[in-house]
């Protein structure tokens, strides 16, 4: 079945360091891709998304591409803020399936 | 628009019990979805619906869970003779249509003691 592995975490990096968040996929077809965010006590919400092989999907400063031939959609920013420290999930939806699924996880914090 | 609502948000109850929770989605959206989150792990699928229809039950879950979309609006998640491995945050999710992104409500923080 579809799923979706990210990097292990926890990632720490100081304040304006470069992130990647790694993120791997395995589908039938051609899923959507998404990236969740979830702050300190707050529901999932939606970072950025792609729909087809080659997008970008781009929103406060995070970016990630659709690379259909590495089956991947790593997360970057170009410098991190203490704002950012939060879990970031990868996810996919199947296009055969409609089925949304995450990844485990990948926890970031950014010190000052 | 109000987004996903979840009720209740925190729910203690003693093992055994039966417990229920209600999702009301963002109007329109056809599909919803519900899923389980313990810490430190992603949000992992138990069911989802279009409109009425539950299309996909998790191979994971039980007999004991079971859910519900009466006309296609808002959806209920029963949990029957709870254990302490059911302590767990429960989110639900709508989206418009297939491939479009899902909105999370809140969750419910369920502690089986």
């Known amino acids: 079945g579809d799923s979706v592995t990210q990097m292990e975490g926890p990632v720490t990096l100081s304040e304006e360091a470069f992130l990647t968040i790694n993120c791997t996929y395995t589908?039938?077809?051609?899923?959507?891709l998404f990236w969740y965010v979830q702050y300190p006590g707050e529901g999932l919400q939606l970072l950025l998304k792609?729909?087809?092989?080659?997008d970008k999907g781009s929103n406060k400063g995070f970016e990630a591409t659709y690379r259909k031939e590495t089956t991947s959609f790593h997360l970057e920013k170009g410098s991190v803020q203490v704002s950012d420290s939060a879990v970031y999930f990868c996810?996919?939806?199947?296009?055969?399936?409609?089925?949304?699924?995450f990844g485990q996880g990948t926890t970031l914090q950014v010190k000052p | 628009d109000t987004g996903v609502s979840q009720d209740p948000r925190h729910k203690i109850t003693k093992r055994g019990q039966n417990v229920t929770f209600r999702c009301d989605p963002i109007?329109?959206?056809?599909?919803l979805y519900w899923y389980r989150q313990t810490l430190g792990q992603g949000p992992e699928f138990l069911t989802y619906?279009?409109?009425?229809?539950?299309?996909?039950k998790s191979r994971l879950l039980s007999d004991r869970f079971s859910a519900e979309r009466p006309k296609g609006s808002f959806s209920t998640l029963e949990i029957q003779r709870t254990e302490q491995g059911d302590s767990a945050m429960y989110l639900c999710?709508?989206?418009?249509?297939?491939?479009?992104?899902?909105?999370f409500g809140q969750g419910t923080r369920l502690t089986v003691v």
């Open positions: 999710a709508s989206s418009e249509g297939t491939g479009l992104e899902a909105f």
């Open positions: 589908a039938t077809g051609y899923p959507s």
């Open positions: 792609a729909t087809k092989a080659d």
């Open positions: 996810a996919l939806i199947g296009s055969n399936t409609g089925k949304l699924i």
């Open positions: 109007s329109e959206h056809n599909r």
């Open positions: 619906f279009q409109n009425e229809a539950q299309l996909e």
